[in-house]
């Protein structure tokens, strides 16, 4: 058997046995238990600092009315109760489906967060892909020729990119691409067609493509770089390997060994590194958004801070927290698809 | 059939080109969005700037500081009580519904409801329906101001607004924590009606084609409004072409932008006042006149509008901005250094003492560097201070419960009169009366309240600005309060903005029914 081929083989072997299905089972209900915790402490938190970042009822005043009627109105929200009162009414909520009233929106808080979660979801899609399509040809480049005029300055420009903070190449690259050259849009997601009554999607216009340009390519250069280096360094591994000098002598195409017995043998600490920094990427959203003016969920937990809209704040955190724990979720799995050598907690 | 389909074609694309040719849109970029579509949700200048799009007032502030006639063809005082409006005929509102007397009366009963707009209206009873176009409003005691509150009346559609709606709430309830009506629908008398909109993302507004103001030379037929909050962002989406006008400029582009060749920038000299107050309750201290003095004379507040302002915003030695009635142009800043440490030696504060600080972050122009600059000038005559900056959201708690010797505060007045600064900023604090809410310096001369009241009643102009000056000298002679700036207003919008100076003013509400768009 080909070295390259012996993880997907066992993973066949070991999935199609009979008895195998309970420790999944048990694994997924786990993890429920697990996102539930995860959530109640993130509640438990956003109430601890929900004080500290101020009081919603200014925001919803002009300044000249009086403390009375602020008064008035605080109690009509609720908010002079204590904390943990306030906490429990939230949980009782919850339990419901209901995370509140955003006080700003005046409109249910999972409903505001729903809205905003696609533009968020496509712009961390776009930075993905772009990830993906730059740093495998670069980091297997830079790994196969580490001493090339061009990897060395990929190399140079990556750690470049890395220490420049995300505002600020977003910044840039609006000055370069929208003001100067005129070429792509500045600020927002275009035009947008309707898929469902809360998906509105930029992804199916030429207009809502162009707007994603930008903002893609800023969030992607928070992370592109970690991937190059961890692509490469994997990868000089690999080529240092038994198996791969038995291809070359076998005579197989260069980029045949390269990709099939070199690269897929790359893939099981980037899929670690990158699951974890997916979680990373949804929150370097708030940064890229806001630069870009590009409504999704960072942008409003952002203006929630600033309004004191506390409420969409709690439900922001616990609904990032349950993102969280989904995808670290899903990387698990992929992880034990990808290599089963690693076995799934919970089995015996 | 080939050739037919041809012909479609082109007599498409000819009616697009022409269509585009004509329908004008104005794109347009401000810090933020109106919050709601109720104009008496919320007194702010962003609902004011709506407002004037989407209604129009009895009557509005001209530049020359008169008033000029909208929904309201004249006026006339009947008695120190009454000012009898004639309303103008043949207008309708959004709905298709013919503006009324009815609707005034019914507009300013819900402004009295409004728990933002009731205290400006504290001293109008119900008004008077006469006839269909004539109605009196009608105050409980004689008020000077009138004529400037009805600018603040921008009759609402009452038939439109009547009655419940699905989740059996009255159409016109004004609701600041929840779903309503008036929140997501409007019916007004304005230039403009609402399309289409998504709350903090984007608003359009389309020219109401029965317009009353056939005489008005806007040619404007769809504005749409983006929020872009980022200041960079906004400067970029104007200078690359993607919004036509912004509000406001930051300090830091107003170079990059007034020299861009198909831009035009306008400044005006702003009507908010920056001050700190020094609290007299806390520090024995600032009770002493020599001392409060010595502040002053130890704030260089031209310095700080020339390096920080960077010349945008116009040193202040009052509260009340050229123009307003009260201005006195007598007063002068004052800043003399050896003057100040004079004042601090007689006091017998030679070798000075801590005082706190407070100021907030993100609510006015550079006002976390401006209290940082005020520091380093209280420094000069051994002044020590402890400087504490935080956000808006956490800011007015903290300035209500005074928690530092020295707070900042900004204020515009409401009723674009001399009178609301003593009231909410000077005159001694009165839980009762509500007079002094925002005078955190403690500052109580009993004199000074006298005289402003006295002024509020007074109808003859001049006596009034007389009366107002007076009081602006006695503060000024008092040092009452620490005088910065007033903040600047700055707009940019195309070339081809024919009077886009005229239809914008120190207030910032811009009357955009009037653009003209070449």
Not at chain 2, 366 to 373: G, L
């Amino acid at each position: 058997m080909r070295p390259g081929m012996q993880p997907a083989a066992r993973f066949r072997s070991t999935h199609t046995s009979s008895n195998k299905k309970n420790p999944m089972f048990a694994f997924i209900v786990r993890r429920i238990a697990q996102a539930v915790m995860v959530m109640l402490v993130i509640s438990v938190i956003g109430f601890a600092i929900k004080t500290a970042v101020g009081d919603p009822v200014r925001d919803l005043v002009g300044v000249a009315v009086s403390a009375e009627e602020r008064a008035r109105l605080s109690e009509e929200l609720g908010l002079n109760d204590p904390l943990p009162v306030q906490w429990v009414r939230f949980l009782g909520g919850a339990l419901q489906g209901d995370l509140g009233q955003s006080f700003f929106f005046k409109r249910p808080a999972m409903e505001v967060i729903l809205r905003k979660a696609p533009a968020t979801l496509e712009l961390v899609l776009a930075a993905s892909v772009i990830i993906v399509l730059v740093s495998i040809p670069v980091g297997i480049y830079a790994a196969v020729r580490p001493r090339a005029a061009l990897s060395r300055l990929l190399m140079g420009g990556s750690v470049v990119g890395v220490s420049i903070p995300v505002f600020l190449t977003a910044i840039m690259l609006i000055y370069v691409f929208a003001i100067h050259l005129g070429w792509l849009p500045s600020y927002g997601r275009g035009e947008t067609v309707r898929l469902t009554s809360w998906w509105e999607t930029g992804l199916l216009t030429k207009d809502g493509l162009l707007h994603l340009v930008l903002p893609a390519i800023s969030l992607s250069s928070v992370m592109l770089p970690l991937f190059i280096r961890l692509i490469r360094a994997e990868m000089k591994e690999v080529l240092e390997a038994e198996y791969m000098k038995y291809a070359r002598a076998k005579g197989l195409r260069p980029w045949r060994i390269l990709l099939v017995h070199g690269f897929k043998n790359t893939l099981l600490p980037v899929i670690t590194v990158g699951g974890v920094q997916l979680g990373t990427m949804i929150a370097f959203t708030v940064l890229t958004e806001t630069v870009f003016q590009w409504q999704g969920m960072g942008f409003i937990f952002l203006e929630a801070v600033e309004r004191a809209d506390t409420s969409l704040l709690v439900a922001y955190l616990v609904f990032v927290g349950f993102m969280f724990v989904v995808v670290n979720t899903a990387v698990d799995i992929i992880y034990g698809l990808v290599n089963p050598m690693v076995r799934i907690t919970g089995r015996k | 059939m080939k050739r037919l389909l041809l012909a479609c074609l082109c007599a498409a694309m000819l009616c697009g080109f022409a269509g585009a040719a004509h329908a004008k849109t104005l794109k347009m970029a401000l810090d933020a969005d109106p919050v709601s579509l109720d104009p008496h949700v919320q007194l702010s200048g962003g609902m004011l700037q709506y407002s004037h799009i989407c209604f129009d007032p009895l009557v509005r502030w001209a530049k020359d500081g008169s008033f000029e006639p909208r929904l309201a063809v004249s006026w006339e005082q009947i008695d120190p009580l009454t000012t009898r409006f004639h309303l103008r005929e043949g207008v309708k509102f959004h709905s298709g519904n013919a503006f009324t007397a009815k609707d005034v009366a019914w507009t300013l009963e819900r402004l009295k409801q409004s728990q933002d707009y009731k205290f400006l209206f504290e001293l109008f009873g119900p008004a008077k329906v006469v006839d269909d176009l004539t109605v009196d409003i009608v105050t409980t005691k004689p008020y000077g101001l009138v004529l400037a509150m009805a600018t603040y009346i921008f009759p609402m559609d009452s038939a439109f607004y009547s009655g419940m709606d699905d989740s059996g709430q009255p159409k016109d309830a004004i609701v600041k924590t929840g779903p309503s009506f008036a929140l997501t629908n409007e019916s007004g008398t304005g230039p403009f009606a609402v399309t289409y909109r998504e709350q903090g993302v984007k608003t359009v507004f389309t020219r109401f084609k029965d317009y009353w103001d056939t005489k008005s030379p806007g040619n404007v037929d769809e504005i749409v409004l983006t929020p872009i909050k980022e200041e960079a962002t906004r400067v970029a989406a104007l200078l690359s072409g993607d919004v036509d006008f912004i509000s406001p400029v930051p300090p830091q582009d107003l170079e990059r932008v007034g020299a861009h060749k198909d831009v035009q920038l306008v400044t005006m000299s702003g009507t908010r006042v920056i001050t700190f107050q020094l609290n007299q309750k806390r520090r024995p201290e600032f009770a002493d006149k020599r001392v409060r003095m010595a502040v002053e004379y130890a704030v260089n507040n031209a310095g700080i509008v020339d390096k920080i302002m960077k010349g945008f915003a116009t040193v202040a030695a009052q509260q009340s901005p050229a123009g307003y009635a009260g201005h006195n142009p007598e007063l002068a800043p004052r800043f003399d250094l050896d003057k100040a440490k004079a004042l601090m030696k007689e006091a017998g504060y030679e070798k000075g003492f801590t005082v706190t600080m407070i100021a907030p972050n993100n609510r006015y122009v550079n006002d976390e560097k401006i209290a940082q600059a005020v520091a380093g000038m209280l420094a000069k005559i051994n002044i020590k201070v402890e400087l504490k900056t935080m956000p808006k959201a956490q800011y007015w708690d903290e300035f209500d419960a005074q928690v530092a010797d020295i707070q900042m505060i900004g204020w515009h007045s409401d009723t674009e009169d001399t009178a609301n600064f003593f009231e909410y900023l000077l005159m001694c604090p009165n839980k009762e009366t509500g007079s002094g809410q925002y005078n955190s310096g403690n500052y109580c001369n009993p004199e000074l309240d006298a005289l402003v009241i006295a002024a509020n009643a007074e109808f003859d102009t001049a006596k009034r600005t007389a009366m107002l000056q007076q009081a602006e000298k006695m503060a000024y002679d008092d040092a009452a309060f620490v005088n910065l700036h007033w903040q600047n207003n700055s707009w940019a919008g195309r070339k081809n903005h024919k009077n886009l100076e005229h239809i914008l003013n120190v207030m910032d509400f811009p009357y955009f029914g009037d653009l003209v768009v070449e």
